[in-house]
Each structure stands twice: as C-alpha cells, then as structure tokens.
C-alpha cells in the first residue's frame, strides 16, 4: 500500500495552473512546477503522470473557472444587453493589465495545430461562449433590446470572436480605453436597436 499523499492535490494544481498560464507549455520545465508547488518531481508523476497531463488538468480547471463566469450571461438579472456590455467592457478593461491573457487562448496559439487532447478543451470553450451569447441574445431580443431581425447565432460568434481578439490584443495594448473603445463600436453594429 503507498503513503498517503502529503500535499492537497487541488492547492498544487492551482498552483501549476498559475505557472502554465504565466509561461505556456513548452517553456514551463518540470524543474519550474516541483519550484511552484512544493511537491517533489516523483510525486508530481505518481499523481499526474506527466506534464502534458498535468497540463491538460490544469487548462480543463481553468477552463471551467472561465466557464462559469460566462455561465452567468444566460440568466441576466437585469437588462440583457447591458450585462452583454458590462461584461465585455470589463474584459476589455481587465485583458491588458498582466500582460498574461486568457490560458484558454494561449493553448489554442501554442498547441492546438498539435495536440488534439488541448484542442478539444478550446473547443468546447469556444463553444460555452458561443451558447451563453446566444442565449443572451434571445433575451434582448425578447426584452425588445435588439432587433429581432439579428440572427442569433452568427452574432454569437462574433461575440467569441470580439471576446478572444480582446484577450488576445490585450496583452499589448495596455490603453483599457482604446480595447473599450472597439467593444462599445462592435456592440452597437452587431446588435442594432429595434426600428
């Protein structure tokens, strides 16, 4: 029977997250996450088995934390379309103050083209954010916020595609003002007020 593990397992992967997530994969070493989470090299194999899964369960927790934030779009407490502006003013004033970026969109550049486990965990990111933006759209529709002639779901998508463009240009374009600037021009083309 093997030892009982001497570290929690949630804290370490928090842990390695946050180290993936400021490095990347590839230029995070072993040496680099037996540093961050205390817990020594063997261990690390015996209870993740190697980095690329230890990776894997790193970007599935991030993913799911990103998740739930945009999760909260589909029930909008007040009125659609100003929580859909809220939401992204706030990535756009928050998405270049680390320099760091979404996780999710860093393994979509560095490993998507190569490592299908990391490109199905995109996906499916891709694919929450495309839902909750629908569903926030049938709800400004529905309050009469938007024009009811918007199709739902390619205006969904360019949501996705305005939310990643922000995470990504984020990262050098430090102006908050100058990314809020292009959400506000981007909301009022794609989703007009009813005539």
Same mark, same amino acid.
């Given at each position: 029977m093997g030892r009982p593990k001497e570290f929690d397992c949630e804290v370490v992967l928090e842990r390695a997250l946050a180290v993936f997530w400021a490095k990347g994969y590839e230029a995070t070493s072993i040496q680099d996450l037996v540093e961050a989470t205390g817990v020594q090299r063997q261990s690390l194999y015996d209870t993740y088995g190697d980095k690329h899964a230890l990776y894997l369960a790193a970007l599935r927790r991030y993913a799911s934390q @990103? *998740?739930?934030q945009v999760e909260k779009l589909t029930q909008p407490a007040g009125s659609p379309l100003g929580v859909l502006r809220d939401f992204m003013l706030a990535t756009a004033k928050d998405a270049g103050c680390d320099g760091i970026g979404?996780? $999710?969109i860093s393994a979509a550049v560095e490993l998507v083209a190569s490592d299908t486990a990391v490109g199905a965990v995109v996906r499916e990111s891709v694919d929450? @954010?495309?839902?909750a933006f629908a569903a926030l759209i049938e709800h400004a529709r529905a309050a009469g916020e938007v024009d009811r002639r918007v199709e739902v779901k390619p205006v @969904?998508? @360019?949501? $996705?595609t305005l939310l990643w463009g922000l995470r990504t240009i984020g990262r050098t374009q430090?102006? #908050?003002s100058w990314l809020q600037g292009v959400v506000k021009h981007a909301i009022s083309g794609l989703? #007009? *007020?009813p005539t």
């Open positions: @990103a *998740s739930r979404c996780m $999710v929450e @954010a495309e839902r @969904a998508r @360019a949501l $996705v430090r102006d #908050p989703l #007009p *007020s």
